[in-house]
């Protein structure tokens, strides 16, 4: 635990409160929950960004579609509401993840991701969602020199499959954001944009309100019945009678048990300052906005919001015993102060700045880091789940891809290998937990040790689980 008194000063006004969500005008009204039974073509489970994006899709596909949305409590209550707001093109957790797993098909993914992103914005602009869309791109910081050293092969590698990754170097990036740490980066000027994440899905859920999308909140989804050419959605008050039926439940247990085993629960956590006066952001820079991560196996991603205050984010990523998704899992004053600490080492100038948010959310991790997709009920119910910390681009692309698949099109997306494959499953428990914790200590030590990994890391590389930032 953090004892340093210096540090632990920096949290004497923090609230354990969901940032985005702090009194909000932007935030919908409540829609009621299911009473009684209903007809749909589509039935949606889960009102986060899949889920919404997966309705919005069906409709502009099919307009006389008649689609149904059910969410457990209301929507953006999973990690829709609560993330970085870091929007990236990258569909596979970031480039090098991808390569290691998808590298014959990444030029087509990497192309499918940018048109995903472009899409997103047109959809912004077409449903006039204020959402603080922000182009800024991102900046991958070097925080040690082994990390910069593979960064000119990757901008050669990214840029040959069409991206725009520029790399900088120690003096390059110190200019842009004054930071004592750096050692270089790669920039990709046009790949990711901020925004604010609980805006974004109030924006959706309106855009699908206009478009006709029906909405339930506050009915937790039970049970799937399969009925003739139908699938019955049960919730507590009420059953939605449904020809398809979409999963966008994310980290929660799925509606389709065989599905368990793929994805554990991870939290993450992120902290917030007070607005930054004028003084202190022409300390730090950063007059581009750019989203920031460094180039750690763990790593902290941070930004700059509407409002000038600083979102700090990442590092610690903590699997629980047996993996439930609970409430008080959310809140952790060690990573807290974890984070403070970090963060001052990084930007020293800003000694004194308080935080003021605190929160935390379940991330869905798989053993690949990326999404995957899969179906139930001869084909009738469709899912898709582990976005791992890298959904608020990617979940737009895993829906329209779990449409093809309820919809039964054969497109390019549904003819990649990572659509067409499943992820390795975890184990059961007590192994599971075992080789998670084993894992992340590897990792940490590979940090500390200019990156090297140990044995087990590079048993896991050798098998197609690593994971590399
Ligand atoms: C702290 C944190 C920071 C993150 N930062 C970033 C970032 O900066 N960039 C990025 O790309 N990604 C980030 N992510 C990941 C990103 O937020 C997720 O990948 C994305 O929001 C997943 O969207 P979703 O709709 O699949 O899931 P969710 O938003 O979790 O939505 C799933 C919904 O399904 C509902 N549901 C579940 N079960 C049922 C049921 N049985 N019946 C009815 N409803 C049900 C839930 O209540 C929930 O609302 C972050 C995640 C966290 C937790």
């Not at 390059?172 to 899905?201: C, K």
């Not at 895993?398 to 499943?422: P, Y």
Request: hydrophobic share 40%; aromatic share 12%.
């Amino acid at each position: 635990m953090q004892k340093d008194p210096f540090v632990l000063r920096h949290l004497a006004e923090l609230t354990p409160e969901l940032w985005w969500l702090d009194e909000d005008p932007l935030e919908p009204a409540y829609q009621p929950a299911l009473i009684g039974d209903v007809g749909a073509d589509l039935c949606v489970v889960g009102a986060g960004y899949t889920g919404l994006w997966t309705a919005l899709l069906a409709k502009e596909r099919d307009p006389e579609r008649h689609v149904v949305v059910i969410e457990q409590y209301e929507t953006g209550a999973g990690a829709s509401g609560r993330n970085g707001g870091f929007c990236s093109s990258s569909l596979t957790h970031g480039f090098r993840n991808g390569m290691r797993r998808f590298s014959s098909e990444m030029p087509i993914i990497e192309r499918l991701g940018r048109e995903n992103l472009d899409e997103i914005e047109k959809t912004i602009e077409r449903y006039a969602i204020e959402c603080d869309w922000e182009r800024t791109g991102e900046l991958q910081v070097a925080i040690a020199p082994w990390q910069f050293a593979s960064m000119p092969e990757e901008a050669r590698l990214r840029n040959e499959m069409g991206d725009h990754v520029e790399v900088l170097d120690r003096d390059q990036v110190r200019a842009r954001i004054h930071s004592p740490l750096y050692e270089g980066a790669l920039f990709d000027a046009d790949g990711t944009a901020m925004v604010d994440p609980a805006r974004l899905v109030w924006g959706l859920e309106r855009a699908c309100l206009a478009l006709g999308v029906t909405i339930y909140e506050n009915s937790k989804v039970d049970w799937l019945e399969d009925v003739d050419d139908a699938v019955r959605v049960h919730a507590p008050y009420g059953a939605v009678t449904a020809a398809r039926v979409a999963l966008a439940t994310n980290v929660f247990p799925s509606l389709v048990r065989k599905a368990r085993k793929y994805v554990v629960p991870v939290f993450d956590y992120e902290i917030v300052t007070e607005p930054l006066s004028d003084e202190q952001l022409a300390s730090i820079g950063w007059s581009g906005r750019e989203g920031v991560a460094d180039a750690g196996n763990q790593f902290h991603y941070y930004r700059l919001t509407q409002d000038r205050c600083i979102l700090w984010g990442g590092y610690d990523a903590i699997y629980n015993f047996r993996g439930k998704v609970q409430r008080n899992y959310e809140f952790n004053a060690e990573t807290y102060a974890t984070l403070a600490s970090h963060f001052l080492k990084t930007f020293p100038q800003l000694a004194g700045i308080k935080f003021t948010h605190a929160w935390g959310g379940a991330i869905d991790t798989c053993t690949r880091f990326s999404p995957f997709w899969g179906s139930a009920h001869r084909g009738k119910v469709a899912y898709v789940l582990g976005f791992t910390g890298f959904g608020v681009a990617s979940t737009r692309f895993g829906a329209a891809t779990m449409l093809d698949l309820l919809d039964g099109l054969d497109t390019e997306r549904t003819r990649l290998r990572m659509v067409q494959k499943k992820p390795l499953p975890f184990p059961p428990e007590p192994l599971r937990w075992i080789f998670i914790r084993f894992t992340q200590w590897s990792i940490k030590r590979a940090d500390e040790r200019e990156g090297k990994r140990n044995v087990w890391l590079r048993l896991l590389d050798a098998i197609g689980l690593g994971f590399d930032s």
